[in-house]
């Protein structure tokens, strides 16, 4: 089956850096836009940031100058580098992509949105 997993999550002091990757898995045909997504707790979630398969990018306002995404078509996965990292940028991130994949019986193909399990990013001093 399908899935998305997210990791590279943790605790970090602000200003400090963490690297989040989520890899893609399963029979896959394509890969289309792909993004980041966090939920910070008692708010609701927002777009971090999103790259096409062409490599446009589009980023929150907030994270503008300090995070990079970035993706690898040959390992199927999707980086986020974050940088100078702030208190406010706690949350949940989610990895998202939309992708070409093979249907329930393998006889035809389906394009779906997909969504990873979380991975915790806390910063904190």
């Known amino acids: 089956q399908v899935q998305l997993v997210e990791s590279g999550g943790g605790l970090v002091q602000p200003g400090g850096s963490l690297r989040l990757s989520c890899a893609a898995s399963?029979?896959?045909?394509?890969?289309?836009?792909m993004g980041w997504h966090r939920q910070a707790p008692g708010k609701q979630r927002e777009l971090v940031a999103k790259i096409s398969s062409g490599g446009n990018t589009n980023y929150a306002d907030s994270v503008k100058g300090r995070f990079t995404i970035s993706r690898d078509s040959a390992k199927k996965t999707m980086y986020l580098q974050m940088n100078s990292l702030k208190p406010e940028d706690t949350a949940v991130y989610y990895c998202?992509?939309?992708?070409?994949?093979?249907?329930?019986?393998?006889?035809?193909?389906?394009?779906?949105?997909?969504w990873g399990q979380g991975t915790q990013v806390t910063v904190s001093s």
């Open positions: 998202n992509a939309d992708l070409v994949v093979a249907g329930i019986t393998k006889a035809t193909i389906e394009r779906n949105d997909y």
């Open positions: 399963g029979t896959i045909f394509n890969i289309y836009t």
